[in-house]
């Protein structure tokens, strides 16, 4: 199983490789933004865009829940569409291999370990010290490839969002329980929960990370074609297939790599959670 595991992740790498070194070669067209310190070490657009793209490890005091990320757009011809679509089918076979590995809670921390082994890009070596974990959220995750060019697309930060699941009063119980029945903050709130009327809802919020949107415009209702539109969150990089690799890319505006501060949008007028939680160790609230 470890020999498979390390295969997978070796032919990943191998094949990241290829397409870093082919988008080097033929340098698209593209545009992705460069913070000041990026520029001021000398990181040009593309070079940042392949370094990201075959970045599989964690840094040095990275946060183990996040990833890097970057937006960007990047013309891709037909070799790059190929080995696209080849990595993201070893990214899913990676994936696939190391959830069944991770079946076997005995043998997956020593296969992970074996796994770390592997040697990191040269570039990567010699740019950032400390790359000693394998990042498998940023190993899972797909590089962006459309189908068909877009006329347009346009960029936003989306940093407001939530995930919101209601909560029975039995499956709080059961999560609280889960910390321990008898600390004392967790009797607390055990306590506060059975002062809650039967058939009560409550709200288990988690907010997500700061996130950019793309939205796609298709078609041209002056050129009588069908408008379609759709949005994707991007973590990377979007690659758009065309036969011309060094042409424009399509019309799209430019926002700043990092999130803006603060909230960006009015809170919503019809908002019925709470301000404070209810339950702070499961982050439930009460329903106004």
Same mark, same amino acid.
Not at 130 to 151: D, S, V, Y
Not at 256 to 274: C, L, V
């Given at each position: 199983m470890i020999t498979e595991l390390?295969?997978?992740?070796?032919?990943?790498?191998?094949?990241?490789?290829?397409?870093?070194?082919?988008?080097?070669?033929? %340098?698209?067209?593209?545009?992705?933004?460069?913070?000041?310190?990026? %520029?001021?070490?000398? &990181?040009?657009?593309?070079? &940042?865009?392949?370094?990201?793209?075959s970045d599989l490890w964690y840094r040095d005091q990275q946060d183990g829940r996040e990833t890097r990320s970057r937006h960007g757009l990047i013309l891709a011809d037909q070799t790059s569409v190929e080995l696209i679509q080849q990595i993201n089918q070893a990214k899913d076979d990676f994936r696939a291999i190391v959830n069944e590995q991770k079946q076997d809670k005995e043998s997956w921390p020593a296969g992970y370990e074996f796994l770390c082994e592997q040697p990191a890009p040269l570039r990567e070596k010699l740019a950032v010290?400390?790359?000693?974990?394998?990042?498998?959220? %940023?190993?899972?995750?797909?590089?962006?490839?459309?189908?068909?060019?877009?006329?347009?697309?346009?960029?936003?930060? &989306?940093?407001?969002?939530r995930s919101i699941k209601k909560l029975s009063l039995q499956q709080a119980q059961d999560k609280l329980l889960e910390?321990?029945?008898?600390?004392?903050?967790? %009797?607390?709130?055990?306590?506060?929960?059975?002062?809650?009327?039967?058939?009560?809802q409550l709200a288990q919020i988690q907010t997500l990370a700061p996130v950019v949107r793309a939205n796609l415009v298709f078609g041209d209702s002056q050129q009588q074609t069908p408008v379609q539109r759709k949005s994707m969150n991007l973590s990377l990089p979007l690659f758009i297939p065309t036969d011309n690799a060094h042409g424009p890319l399509p019309q799209h505006n430019t926002i700043?790599?990092?999130?803006?501060?603060?909230?960006?949008?009015?809170?919503?007028?019809?908002?019925?959670?709470?301000?404070?939680?209810y339950l702070p160790t499961i982050r439930a609230f009460l329903y106004d």
């Open positions: 390390v295969s997978r992740f070796q032919q990943l790498q191998h094949l990241l490789a290829e397409l870093n070194e082919h988008l080097h070669r033929s %340098q698209p067209s593209h545009w992705l933004p460069l913070q000041q310190t990026e %520029q001021q070490l000398g &990181y040009n657009s593309l070079q &940042y865009a392949t370094d990201l793209l010290a400390g790359l000693t974990r394998i990042h498998l959220k %940023q190993c899972f995750r797909h590089i962006p490839l459309l189908e068909q060019a877009p006329n347009k697309v346009g960029f936003s930060w &989306y940093v407001n969002g910390f321990g029945e008898h600390k004392e903050h967790i %009797q607390i709130q055990l306590a506060k929960l059975g002062q809650l009327s039967s058939g009560t700043a790599p990092e999130p803006p501060a603060g909230r960006t949008r009015q809170a919503r007028g019809d908002n019925r959670i709470s301000d404070e939680p």
